[in-house]
C-alpha cells in the first residue's frame, strides 16, 4: 500500500522537474565560466589564475575572497571576459582581500560596476581593459576600475571606457598610484574621492565629461586630502553628461578638464590640459552640486576646497562653451560669443567663517599661478557679482610629498 | 479526483510514519572538513517517502520577517551535537558552537490550478500546503524544492555549502559555483512572471554572510534574538522559538522572550508602519548596510539599530548610485516614495540599479508597498542649501 502511494506520488516529480538555463549560453562559455568560478573559490594565497587569450562569455558576475592572488590574462586586447546580457551581477569581478594583483586582461559590458575591489590593502591592477562597447550610455555600468575602503593602490597602463560614472574611481582609499592609464568617453575620466595621498600622472583622460575629478563627498568614513594631479594630458573632455541625475559627477558640466570639489591639499601641476569647452580647471564646494541640504549631510562635513595649488600647467584653449543655461549666459556676458573663460573657474563658496582678514588662512588658499585668469563666478548669490580679480589667488603653498607605495607592487 | 484520493493517502501515511520517519535517517553527520557530494551525507534534511524529512534534533524554525528571495517559501533548520549550545546575544547572531549545522531550503508550492511542470511555481504567502503536519517535514507532492543552503560551524569558524535538488527531488548535490534555472511564478490568480532563479555561489554567500568586510569572517544572519523573538508551530503545539531552544538545550543565557528584542512581523497591519519597514530592511538591507558590512563605503545603514535620520537615507545624497539612482537625488524624500532613490531600487530587477544587489530576481511587490507607504508617513522635506 505505501509503496503504490509513493510511487504514484514520486511520478509527476520526475517527469516535472528537469532544470533548464535560460539565457543561451555557447556550452564552451559555460563550461569556462564554472571552471574561473571554481578557480576563484578553490584560489589560495599565492595562487595565480591564468586566463588564456580568448573571448569569454560570462552571465554571472564573478568574486574572489582570497588573499594573495593574481589574475593574469594574455593580454588586455587578448583575454577579454564578456558581460554581455549578464543576467546575474553586481558587478564583472567583485574582489574582497588583500594582496590582490589583477593584469593583462580586458573586462567588458557589465551590467553594473566593471571591477570593485571592496575593502583589501595591496591591490595592483595593471595592463586591464574596461570598455562598455557600444559607447557613453546611461544604461553603462557605473564605474570601471573601482578601488573602495583600500589601502596600498597601484593603478597603471589601464583602459577605461563608457563608464556611466567614473572611469577609474578610487573612493575611501590610502596612498594610491595611478599612472599611465586612458580613460575617455566616461562620465568622470579618473576620480579620486574622499581618499588620502593620492598621485594621479602620466595618465591620458579625454572625450569624458570631466577628465580628472578631486572630490570629497559627505556621510563617509574619511574625509579625503593630499592629491597630487601631474603630468597628465587632459584634453577635449566634452562629452555631455549622461550620469543620472543624483550622481555625484551628474554635477559636473560637460567640458570639464581638471575638477576639485570640497576637497583638501590638491597640487595640480605640469599637466597638459586643453580644449575642455567649460573649463580646463575648476574649483568648486559641494554647494555647487546642488546636494546639500542639513537634514542629508553630516554637519561636520567640510564643504569647502582648502590647500588647492594650480601651478606649472600647459594650458590651451577651453572655455569657449561652457554647459548648461547659466555658464553660457555669464560666458557671454563677460567674454562675448566667441571670447572664452579663463583656464581656471571657481565657484566663489568661500568659509567666511574661517576668513580673519578676508583671506582664508596661508595653508587654506586656493593658489594659482601660470593660468591666464582666474573666474569667480559668484556661486553663492546665484553669478550676479562675478570676479575677475586674480589678487585672492596670487600665493604659494607648501608641496606635497611624492606618494611611496608600501610594499611596492611586484608587477 | 484520483488526485484528491492519493494526496489522502500519503497524508494519512505520512501521519502513519511520523512517530518513526526520522528514526530511518542514520544521524547527523557532521563533516569537519571537505565538502559532502550530496546534501544527503549530512542527513539533517533528507526526502525520503514524499516528505522532506528533518532527522532527530533538527530544530525548525521561522524569523519575524524574513528575507525576500523571489517569494520562495523557506524551511529553515538548527542542529547541534549533544551537550553543546549557543550563546545568547541581545543584538548579534547567537555565538553557535562548532558542530552546528543550520540549514536553508528553498520551495516553491505547486501552483494550485495546473499540473505539475518542471517550471511553474506557485507565487503565494498561503504556507497550508507546506508541511505534512506542524513543525513536521515538507509535503513534497505540493513542494517544488530548489535548493537547501547549509551553514557549517567548524573549528576554523562558518562555512556555507550550497546543495542544488535533482530533477527528482531525491536529492540535493553540492553545487559551489550555484545555479540559474528558468522558472515560472504563478499567482493564485492565474498570473506569471517568467524569471531567472539564482542559486549564489559559495563566494557570493559571504556577501550577505560576511557581516565585516574587514575581518571577512561569516555568520549566520537569521538567528538573532529579535529574529527569533516569536511562536512556531512545533509537533507538540505553539511555543515561543527561544523559550524552544532553551528547552531543548540549543540556547543559553537568554531571558525570557518578553525581555527579548522583538522585530515586527512586516505583514501584521497590527503593527506600527514604522516598525514593518524597519524590520523589512533590517532583513533585506541590513546584512550589508550596517556599519560593518559590504555597504558601508555608502554611508547608508539599514539595520535595526540606524537612527532615523540621515544614516537610514532621509534626505541623504547618494554616494555610489551610479545609474542606481533613477535620476533621484535622495534616498529617501520624506512623504516622497517616487521622488526617493530607496524603493526605486527596491522596485528594480535590472543588474546595476536593483537593491538587494544579490539574491532576488522579480520585484518584491508588497515590500515595496510596505517601503513606499513608510515613506509617504514621514514628514518634512529636504531643502537645498545654496
Known amino acids: 500500500m505505501r509503496k503504490i502511494y509513493l510511487l504514484i506520488a514520486a511520478l509527476p516529480l520526475l517527469a516535472a522537474c528537469n532544470h533548464q538555463e535560460n539565457a543561451a549560453q555557447n556550452p564552451s562559455d559555460a563550461s569556462f565560466e564554472s571552471k574561473l568560478q571554481q578557480q576563484l573559490l578553490d584560489a589560495k594565497p599565492g595562487s595565480v589564475i591564468d586566463i588564456p587569450a580568448g573571448h569569454y562569455s560570462l552571465k554571472r558576475g564573478l568574486s574572489l575572497r582570497t588573499s594573495g592572488v593574481t589574475i593574469r590574462g594574455a593580454g588586455m586586447d587578448k583575454t577579454v571576459l564578456s558581460f554581455k546580457g549578464q543576467i546575474v551581477g553586481p558587478e564583472g569581478l567583485l574582489v574582497n582581500a588583500d594582496d590582490f594583483t589583477v593584469e593583462n586582461l580586458a573586462i567588458e559590458d557589465t551590467m553594473g560596476d566593471a571591477l570593485k575591489i571592496n575593502q583589501g590593502k595591496n591591490i595592483t591592477i595593471h595592463g586591464v581593459r574596461i570598455e562598455w562597447t557600444g559607447g557613453p550610455k546611461s544604461t553603462n555600468g557605473a564605474y570601471g576600475l573601482y578601488p573602495v575602503k583600500t589601502q596600498n593602490v597601484l593603478i597603471e597602463d589601464s583602459v577605461v571606457i563608457g563608464a556611466s560614472d567614473a572611469g577609474i574611481y578610487v573612493g575611501q582609499s590610502n596612498t594610491i598610484v595611478v599612472r599611465r592609464n586612458r580613460a575617455e568617453q566616461n562620465v568622470a575620466g579618473i576620480e579620486i574621492e574622499n581618499s588620502v595621498n593620492a598621485d594621479v600622472y602620466d595618465n591620458i583622460t579625454t572625450k569624458n565629461t570631466g577628465g580628472i575629478l578631486v572630490f570629497n563627498m559627505p556621510n563617509l568614513s574619511q574625509a579625503g586630502r593630499a592629491t597630487r594631479v601631474f603630468h597628465n594630458k587632459v584634453f577635449a573632455n566634452n562629452t555631455g553628461n549622461f550620469a543620472k541625475k543624483g550622481a555625484a559627477v551628474a554635477s559636473v558640466p560637460a567640458g570639464s578638464g581638471v575638477v576639485v570639489n570640497s576637497n583638501d591639499k590638491v597640487e595640480i601641476f605640469d599637466n597638459d590640459i586643453a580644449d575642455n569647452q567649460t573649463a580646463n580647471v575648476i574649483i568648486s564646494s559641494y554647494f555647487s552640486t546642488n546636494y546639500y541640504n542639513t537634514r542629508g549631510v553630516a554637519a561636520d562635513y567640510n564643504p569647502y576646497p582648502k590647500g588647492i595649488y594650480v601651478y606649472g600647467n600647459r594650458f590651451k584653449g577651453g572655455g569657449d562653451s561652457p554647459d548648461g543655461l547659466k555658464l553660457k549666459t555669464l560666458k557671454t556676458a563677460m567674454y562675448g560669443i566667441n571670447g572664452s573663460f579663463p583656464d581656471v573657474v571657481w565657484d566663489g563658496y568661500a568659509d567666511t567663517k574661517h576668513q580673519p582678514d578676508g583671506l582664508p588662512p596661508p595653508n587654506d588658499r586656493i593658489c594659482i599661478q601660470d593660468a591666464n585668469g582666474v573666474l569667480n563666478v559668484d556661486g553663492p548669490h546665484d553669478y550676479k557679482s562675478p570676479s575677475t580679480d586674480t589678487k585672492p589667488f596670487q600665493c604659494t603653498l607648501p608641496k606635497l610629498p611624492p606618494v611611496a607605495l608600501n610594499p611596492e607592487p611586484k608587477v | ?386
Open chain 2, 1 to 386: 479526483m484520483q488526485k484528491k484520493m492519493w494526496r489522502r493517502g500519503l497524508l494519512l501515511f505520512a501521519l502513519l510514519c511520523l512517530a518513526a520517519c526520522h528514526h530511518g535517517m542514520e544521524p547527523v553527520a557532521f563533516h569537519d572538513d571537505g565538502y559532502p557530494a550530496k546534501l544527503s551525507d549530512w542527513h539533517v534534511v533528507e526526502a525520503r517517502d514524499g516528505v522532506l524529512q528533518l532527522n532527530e534534533g533538527v530544530v525548525p524554525y521561522e524569523l519575524n520577517t524574513p528575507l525576500f528571495t523571489d517569494y520562495a517559501h523557506k524551511l529553515r533548520t538548527i542542529w547541534m551535537p549533544k551537550g553543546v549550545s549557543a550563546k545568547y546575544s541581545p543584538t548579534d547572531t547567537f555565538d553557535f558552537p562548532v558542530g552546528t549545522i543550520i540549514s536553508k531550503t528553498f520551495f516553491y508550492p505547486i501552483p494550485k490550478n495546473g499540473a505539475r511542470n518542471a517550471t511553474d511555481v506557485a507565487r503565494t504567502y498561503d504556507t497550508s500546503r507546506d508541511f505534512i503536519a506542524p513543525g513536521q517535514g515538507l509535503n513534497l507532492a505540493e513542494a517544488h524544492l530548489i535548493e537547501t543552503r547549509l551553514l557549517i560551524r567548524r573549528k576554523d569558524g562558518w562555512l556555507a555549502i550550497p546543495y542544488v535538488w535533482n530533477a527528482g527531488q531525491t536529492d540535493a548535490m553540492l553545487a559551489r559555483t550555484g545555479d540559474v534555472q528558468a522558472l515560472t511564478l504563478v499567482s493564485d490568480s492565474g498570473e506569471r512572471e517568467n524569471f531567472n532563479y539564482v542559486v549564489p555561489d559559495q563566494s557570493q554567500c559571504a556577501s550577505c554572510h560576511a557581516r565585516d568586510w574587514t575581518t571577512r569572517t561569516i555568520q549566520p544572519i537569521g538567528p538573532k534574538a529579535r529574529h527569533l523573538n516569536r511562536d512556531y508551530r512545533y509537533a507538540d503545539g505553539d511555543e515561543n522559538e527561544l523559550a524552544h531552544l532553551i528547552r531543548v538545550g540549543y540556547l543559553a543565557g537568554a531571558p525570557s522572550p518578553a525581555d527579548a528584542p522583538r522585530n515586527a512581523n512586516w505583514m501584521d497591519t497590527h503593527a506600527s508602519l514604522d516598525a514593518r519597514a524597519r524590520a523589512y530592511l533590517d532583513i533585506n538591507c541590513g546584512h550589508c548596510h550596517n556599519p560593518k558590512g559590504a555597504a558601508n563605503t555608502t554611508g547608508l545603514t539599514l539595520d535595526i539599530a540606524t537612527p532615523e535620520d540621515r544614516h537610514i537615507g532621509i534626505c541623504k545624497p547618494p554616494t555610489a548610485a551610479g545609474q542606481g539612482t533613477g535620476d533621484h537625488l535622495f534616498d529617501i524624500v520624506p512623504g516622497h516614495p517616487d521622488d526617493s532613490i530607496l524603493p526605486y531600487r527596491l522596485s528594480s530587477t535590472e543588474t546595476g540599479t536593483m537593491m538587494p544587489e544579490l539574491g532576488r530576481s522579480t520585484m518584491h511587490r508588497e515590500g515595496v508597498a510596505l517601503i513606499k507607504a513608510w515613506i509617504a508617513a514621514q514628514s518634512g522635506d529636504c531643502m537645498v542649501l545654496h
